[in-house]
């Protein structure tokens, strides 16, 4: 007990004295909150009410914790307001840099405007998503049904969890849309926003924020399909309805009829979503209409591109300070288009890998890397194998084996049409059986925390064995001191095949539920967090029977850099930093009113690992359901705290 009075004693005593001089001042000028407080009687015992507020924000608090405000938080009113203090909770933001969800490149999440509530609701989010990710078995803080207005068919979270884009209908399945919703509006929570009219069902959704021509946006791409020309008004049949099997690009849709494909991509301008957010605008009420009917239209086309051949994955991000859409062609073509007033295109084809140079390599995925100008691509084919001399009657079907290659190529000079056939950078060749649905994740990262902190690796997952095991790659960025120049002196990531790690180091089987239902398993991929869900084998509908959610770590123990980088992070604010669970994957510990819902049926699923929310959709409802790992401060409709400070009317302006 000595020891913790001789401390505190320490830090007031050099503030009592640099202090009282301008206190009998100060009580002259006011009875403010502080100047009453100074009127108390120095010869008792030394009290922190004592010290003005700016020495108790500035410097005292300056060495505490998260815990330790908050403990202050409930000890009386002065403490109470002060710990609510913006300079508090952006000096944490600080000091956890990586682990900060991302914010949009807009004026209104800049450092500068950003209010204490949203600073305190970032830090408090990063730790509570941290603490519910890691136990053997994670949970979910809270569940939240919203009323969405549109049933939603498909959908993504842009990075940091502030808008959503969903392709979305009508009940009737008449009419087709996008929608983007802002998800922590201060008055309604999840608000529709924004919503453009599209010509069928919107496919492979992609959204990113991107600068176009100075103005910071959100870029939504899409692909959407139609009958061919000769084939309209032959029949009513809706090419929407069609759907590749299981994400398998060996697997063709099989339609009645030629389709024809379409790639778009619309942006949209933040400053626009912030004007049509404006929380002094009650959502649905007639004066945020007829606000909005007074704004310019807020989608505007960038660009698309027409084929008649698949196009199936889309990306899109900023090279060389030029927003571009590049899209997979199949089965082995990459078109690169440039969305300026000029649009200029390029197209080349993917060299095969020589082993099986006779057979077709169809894209599987591909993900644009545009601080390095190169494009990492997945494909893979079947190997020709004999038949058996004898087969047995009734015996199990021959699986093939699969090659697939993970391969680097470079961007195309803009405007070259047909560049030809481009021979990778570098390849990376495996084999599997009955291998499908290859997931990667994004890692560009939206905040600025410059060159000191390690960034996140690219994660790479596939299934096998006909659904029921997941297997990771991990491509790490290049350390500073073997990256090229241009990356080593910028401290910009570098990613390369050779620093790919197989999925002979991280192969994970999914624990089935209590009934041993065989189950296949999906991901989302993240780059710390990625978020699988299994449905029974035999499910192949639009609508899925989900078991259950489980989340992935990116090592046992969280031992690989990224996930050390990201805890000693934490440990800045922290007094106590929970271990990581012994297992790669833990399989939610979710309520079973929440495991019958999801059981009876799920049409969309997003996941955002910055926020930890997990958002679905189910078949027949307009309803958007929400899964939050973290737990956040709460505010009113005014916005103000709650519960309300009482008798301080600064609280206004924090």
């Known amino acids: 007990m000595y020891g913790r009075f001789s401390l505190i004693s320490r830090l007031i005593s050099p503030a009592l004295s640099c202090s009282y001089p301008g206190a009998n001042e100060r009580s002259r000028i006011g009875t403010g909150t502080w100047g009453a407080r100074v009127h108390q009687d120095f010869n008792s015992l030394p009290s922190l009410s004592m010290l003005s507020d700016d020495i108790l924000v500035d410097h005292i608090f300056d060495y505490l914790m998260v815990e330790d405000i908050l403990c202050l938080r409930i000890v009386n009113k002065l403490f109470y307001n002060l710990t609510h203090h913006g300079i508090i909770w952006k000096r944490f933001l600080q000091r956890i840099g990586p682990n900060v969800p991302a914010l949009p490149p807009s004026l209104h999440y800049s450092p500068r405007f950003l209010t204490s509530f949203e600073a305190e609701r970032l830090v408090i989010r990063a730790i509570t998503v941290h603490k519910n990710w890691i136990p053997t078995n994670p949970s979910a803080a809270s569940y939240l049904p919203v009323q969405a207005h549109r049933h939603i068919l498909s959908m993504v979270v842009l990075p940091g969890g502030k808008y959503l884009v969903a392709s979305a209908c009508n009940l009737a399945k008449t009419h087709y849309s996008l929608v983007v919703y802002v ?16 010509r069928g069902k919107a496919y492979n959704v992609c959204a990113k924020y991107v600068n176009v021509e100075g103005t910071p946006s959100i870029l939504i791409g899409y692909i959407r399909r139609k009958t061919s020309k000769s084939h309209q008004g032959t029949n009513s049949i809706d090419p929407s309805i069609y759907n590749p099997y299981l994400n398998n690009p060996r697997c063709q849709i099989d339609a009645p009829m030629p389709l024809e494909y379409v790639a778009t991509c619309l942006q949209i301008s933040l400053d626009a979503l912030d004007a049509l957010g404006n929380p002094t605008l009650v959502p649905g009420s ?42 997979a062609k199949m089965p082995e073509t990459i078109v690169m288009k440039e969305l300026t007033f000029e649009g200029r295109i390029s197209t080349f084809k993917c060299a095969r890998e020589v082993t099986l140079s006779q057979q077709e390599q169809p894209i599987c995925n591909l993900r644009l890397l545009p601080l390095q100008e190169q494009i990492l691509v997945v494909r893979s084919t079947n190997r020709p194998q004999l038949a058996p001399a004898n087969p047995e009657p009734g015996g199990p079907p021959i699986i093939p084996d699969v090659m697939f290659t993970v391969a680097m190529f470079s961007t195309p000079e803009p405007g070259d049409g047909e560049a030809g056939e481009f021979n990778p950078l570098s390849i990376a060749s495996f084999y599997g059986k009955d291998i499908e649905d290859f997931q990667i994740s994004d890692p560009h990262v939206l905040n600025d925390h410059g060159g000191d902190f390690l960034p996140p690796p690219i994660n790479i997952f596939y299934r096998n064995e006909s659904g029921g095991r997941i297997c990771h790659m991990i491509i790490s960025p290049t350390p500073r001191e073997s990256a090229p120049e241009g990356f080593r002196s910028t401290g910009k990531p570098h990613y390369a095949i050779a620093n790919l790690k197989s999925n002979m180091m991280h192969r994970l089987s999914f624990k089935t539920d209590e009934s041993r239902t065989v189950c296949r398993t999906f991901v989302i991929p993240g780059c710390l967090r990625s978020l699988f869900y299994s449905v029974p084998r035999d499910n192949r509908s639009d609508t899925l029977s989900i078991r259950n959610f489980s989340g992935h770590l990116l090592s046992k123990r969280g031992d690989d850099a990224y996930s050390i980088m990201r805890r000693e992070m934490l440990q800045n604010i922290l007094r106590n930093v929970p271990k990581h669970r012994e297992n790669m994957l833990g399989q939610f510990n979710l309520p079973s009113y929440i495991l019958d819902h999801i059981r009876n049926g799920v049409t969309a699923i997003a996941w955002d690992e910055g926020t930890g929310r997990i958002f679905y959709s189910k078949p027949h409802e307009t309803m958007l359901h929400i899964l939050d790992m973290a737990a956040t401060p709460l505010e009113t409709i005014h916005g103000q705290r709650f519960p309300i400070p009482l008798e301080d009317e600064r609280m206004l302006d924090l």
Do not use: C, K, W
């Not at 529709?192 to 009219?197: D, F, Q, S, V, W």
């Not at 007829?290 to 199936?312: C, H, T, V, W």
């Open 183 to 198: 998800l922590d509006h201060r008055i309604r929570g999840i608000v529709p926003l924004a919503e453009t009219p599209v």
């Open 286 to 327: 007639q004066e945020f209409f007829d606000f909005a009917a007074s704004q310019p239209p807020p989608f505007r086309l960038l660009g698309y591109l027409r084929s008649d051949s698949e196009l199936r994955n889309i990306d899109l991000g900023e090279v060389d300070g030029v927003p571009n859409m590049v899209v």
